[in-house]
């Protein structure tokens, strides 16, 4: 739906997910709300739109440009309003697709008024086996933009002087990309109920969950060369044949053994007289596992541990953000062609850093010290109050 709204623009990241920007502006300028509930990344605010569900979505409200200022400061440069349908009757709704390299989606939605009540519910399953890269993009013509980005010959150097796993599979990957797979699973559901003609109260709630691969290429800039001293160098035989965070040439292949977001958000609407009211008290969570790899065999590791700068040992990279607060919208018609619209929104985030041994015999520097207990290495915390006339 957003591709087709001049001035945004979606696009497939690198890492599998799918981002869109708004006029020139990254996504984290600009509120998403399911049923009015706030659904942004805690922490970078690029989260991934795919995993918002649509398959019982009524309408998808997009501002773009000046934001109302109900939405605070997250809506500066515009917002996005998902509002899902109320059943009028029973409905069931599958569908499924299949395609290449294994790659299939499964779709279920089912959503049915009880008496004063209402629920619907949604459950995905999405995997992908990889994609095939343009077949313009033959071996010939990667080593043509190989030979532009890096400038090895610069050092002194030739392309046989280069044994980089990450040049090898870069020039020669054919047909479909390696390690950029994935399984992604949903769940989300509402249920509502009717109070009153005019009141309704409920609980919205959502959960997701990834395994994923990615795999990107990248040449290293010679600005990042330095020796122990700081100042500027040539870079080194070793950066031409040791892979890694410092190699003239990367492969980062990272992988996520698992990734979460849930969210539950119970909520109330009512009309009494001229005066409108809309609430919603909320909680997010996002947990995400991260292993960082320089080699699609996962052989050599991209990051070093915190602990200490010069170990090679692999590790889990946990981030984890929690978000929760209160949305309270009131709104007073004046008359019949205005009134006048409140907010006050309340809400505290938190962002969490960790790192993990992977195991005793492949993370042996951490395991001395931390065992195979996670340790702490970051910790944000934030909280947020607007108050709003319009």
């Known amino acids: ?45 690029n989260f991934d739109i795919s995993q918002i569900p649509v398959m019982n979505v009524s309408k998808i409200v997009v501002n773009r440009g000046v934001a109302s200022a109900l939405y605070g400061a997250n809506g500066s440069i515009g917002s996005i309003n998902v509002v899902t349908k109320r059943p009028e009757e029973m409905f069931t709704e599958i569908n499924a697709e299949y395609g290449q390299y294994n790659s299939y989606m499964l779709n279920v939605a089912n959503g049915s008024p009880i008496g004063d009540a209402y629920y619907w519910i ?62 992604k699973y ?38 990042s060369y330095y020796n122990d001293t700081e100042e500027w160098s040539n870079p080194s035989g070793t950066k031409f044949t040791v892979d890694g965070r410092k190699a003239i040439f990367q492969n980062r292949a990272f992988y996520w ?13 009512g009309e009494f007289g001229d005066l409108t009211v809309k609430a919603n008290i909320f909680y997010y969570r996002q947990y995400t596992d991260l292993e960082g790899y320089a080699t699609q ?23 984890t953000e929690q ?19 409140f907010a006050l929104t309340l809400r505290k985030d938190s962002h969490t850093e960790e790192e993990k041994a992977i195991s005793a015999s492949e993370s042996p520097d951490i395991w001395a010290v931390h065992d195979g207990d996670k340790y702490k290495t970051k910790f944000i915390a934030a909280e947020f109050m607007t108050f709003a006339v319009e």
């Open 186 to 223: 949903q769940i989300a559901g509402k249920f509502g109920y009717s109070i009153t003609d005019k009141m309704e109260a409920g609980l919205s709630a959502s959960y997701y969950n990834n395994e994923q691969k990615s795999n990107t290429f990248k040449g290293n800039c010679m600005s």
């Open 257 to 269: 053994p698992e990734k979460y977001d849930f969210t539950v958000a119970p909520y109330f609407k």
């Open 297 to 319: 065999d996962h052989s050599v590791y991209m990051f070093p541990p915190s602990i200490d700068a010069n170990s090679s040992d692999p590790y889990h990279s946990i981030w």
């Open 1 to 45: 739906s957003l591709t087709m709204i001049p001035g945004i623009q979606v696009t497939m990241s690198a890492k599998g997910n799918t981002n869109f920007s708004l006029r020139g502006f990254d996504q984290d300028k600009v509120v998403v709300l399911v049923d009015g509930v706030p659904i942004n990344d805690v922490y970078e605010g």
């Open 122 to 183: 949604t459950g995905s399953v999405l995997h992908s086996g990889g994609y095939e890269v343009s077949k313009k993009l033959d071996k010939s013509e990667r080593r043509k933009w190989f030979d532009k980005l890096v400038r090895y010959d610069l050092y002194g150097k030739t392309f046989s002087d280069i044994t980089l796993a990450a040049v090898d599979n870069y020039l020669n990957d054919k047909g479909k990309w390696n390690h950029t797979e994935y399984t």
């Open 323 to 341: 978000s929760y607060g209160l949305n309270f919208y009131p709104s007073y018609k004046l008359a019949d062609w205005n009134k006048l619209n």
